[in-house]
């Protein structure tokens, strides 16, 4: 399917997309086209989502961690 074409609403799903390194106001609510699963794949519906405090520092900061957290070293 090409990206200019006119999607319907069964071909779209809202989703919450990055515009950068940054806080909330680098998120934005849009309407996406829907992925569709391939084989041996299956599409999920969400029905809510979160951020936790160390995935908006993480993105406050631009830097992002392995596996998620930053491992500290105590001597």
């Given at each position: 399917?090409r990206?200019?074409?006119v999607h319907?609403?069964?071909?779209?799903?809202?989703?919450?997309?990055?515009?950068g390194?940054?806080?909330?106001?680098?998120?934005?609510?849009?309407e996406?086209p829907?992925p569709?699963p391939?084989?041996?794949?299956?599409?999920v519906?969400?029905l809510a989502?979160?951020?936790?405090?160390?995935?908006?520092n993480t993105?406050?900061?631009g830097t992002p961690?392995?596996g998620g957290?930053r491992?500290r070293r105590f001597?």
């Amino acid at each position: 399917m090409r990206t200019d074409e006119v999607h319907s609403a069964r071909d779209l799903m809202t989703a919450i997309v990055t515009t950068g390194i940054g806080g909330y106001d680098k998120l934005v609510v849009s309407e996406v086209p829907r992925p569709m699963p391939g084989p041996g794949e299956v599409l999920v519906r969400v029905l809510a989502a979160g951020m936790n405090n160390t995935e908006i520092n993480t993105r406050m900061a631009g830097t992002p961690t392995a596996g998620g957290t930053r491992r500290r070293r105590f001597r």
